[in-house]
């Protein structure tokens, strides 16, 4: 022990154990650093990454609740004449997992809200369509008469009023506000890498005069989707309705 107090006070042998243990220190933090940050943005991919699917989620399910929305006045209609009724309603599919890969304790929260309003709407497409379907059956059956499915259908009838105002009020109007946050989300929360690529690459700009040129034929072709869909369905259910 004396030996090797003797060297350290040699200054070139003391500068010399003091770098290696910096050197041994830096190299230290270095790695629980690389490590950190390594953690740090994987977590913010998964995040990014979410969004992303996220937002893919959101038009399937804006187009069934949009489905469904549609069907449901001439199923109502049907029914208070007192007859059969052949098409369903759709279930509006979520991913609750999902959540665990986002860190936007906000987005988080307001996702909880409308996977609630998912579950309590399907909660109640599978009792309306179940309850119809057991009716249905049991009058095609003969074992009810026409008086009794009249009155349950009638019943079944105001259930799907309600069903659609909730559907409209609250699930849209949920459903709107959450692309929206998303959709801000997705620009403002990228990687450092995608943010790097993108600067790096770069991209053509665009001027206004065809931006908005580009945004008028997009509605034209948004319009006439819609006129072709509304035209399909009703020529559809206007077929049941004859028969």
Known sequence: MDHILDHLKDPQVFAAAIGALLGAFAAFILV???????????????????????EAQFQDQGGVIHDNIYLLPYFAAALNKGALYWSNMSEIEYDRNII???HNLELINDLYSYHYDL??????????????????????????DDQTYLLN??????????????????????????????????????TLGMKIKRFMVGSSKLSK?????????????????KKKSKADKDKIFGKEKNG
């Open 100 to 102: 665990y890969d986002l």
């Open 119 to 144: 579950r309590r709407a399907n909660d109640d497409i599978r009792a309306i369509q179940g309850g119809y379907k057991s009716m249905e059956q049991a009058f095609m059956a003969h074992n009810i």
């Open 32 to 54: 629980v650093s690389r490590d950190w940050l390594g953690k740090v943005y994987d977590r913010k991919r998964k995040h990014y990454d979410a969004l992303v699917r996220l």
């Open 209 to 225: 005069e065809e931006v908005q040129v580009e945004v008028k034929i997009f509605e034209k072709e948004i319009e006439a989707t």
């Open 153 to 190: 259908a009638k019943n079944i009838a105001t259930n799907l009023g309600v069903l659609k105002v909730y559907l409209e009020d609250d699930v849209q109007k949920s459903l709107t506000e959450i692309v929206a946050k998303v959709r801000i989300l997705i620009r403002k929360d990228r």
